[in-house]
């Protein structure tokens, strides 16, 4: 079993840049696809990016593509989502997530594909 607590959100602005931290219990972490995705007010969890067990493979969401960037230290048990160029649409809560799927695209974008999740953190840019 895997338990995550995310950590890292706050007020951004437009433009800016924030760095979410996502840190998980347990010694089989590096097992995991590690996913971050987003819930803002009235819609629904979407996937914002996901990396493989070790790193070396990531996707990303559309919406962040050439933005964000996830990373995970293993040896740490850390997982990482770099926020760059925010825009006001980024609002929302952020949720880290672990899986044992396979890192296909249309798996590791779908939420019910993963067995444990964060409780989430406030992101909130303004404009």
């Known amino acids: 079993q895997v338990q995550l607590v995310e950590s890292g959100g706050g007020l951004g602005q437009a433009g800016g840049s924030l760095g979410l931290s996502c840190a998980a219990s347990?010694?089989?972490?590096?097992?995991?696809?590690m996913g971050w995705f987003r819930q803002a007010p009235g819609k629904e969890r979407e996937f914002v990016a996901a990396?493989?067990?070790?790193?070396?493979?990531?996707y990303y969401a559309d919406s962040g593509k050439g933005r964000f960037t996830i990373s995970r230290d293993n040896a740490k048990n850390m997982v990482y989502l770099q926020m760059n160029s925010l825009k006001p649409e980024d609002t929302a809560v952020y949720y880290c997530?672990?899986?044992?799927?396979?890192?296909?695209?249309?798996?590791?974008?779908?939420?019910?594909?993963?067995?444990?999740w964060g409780q989430g953190t406030q992101v909130t840019v303004s404009s």
């Open positions: 997530a672990a899986g044992t799927k396979p890192f296909f695209p249309s798996v590791i974008t779908t939420a019910t594909q993963y067995n444990y």
């Open positions: 347990g010694r089989t972490f590096g097992r995991y696809t």
């Open positions: 990396t493989s067990w070790n790193g070396g493979a990531t």
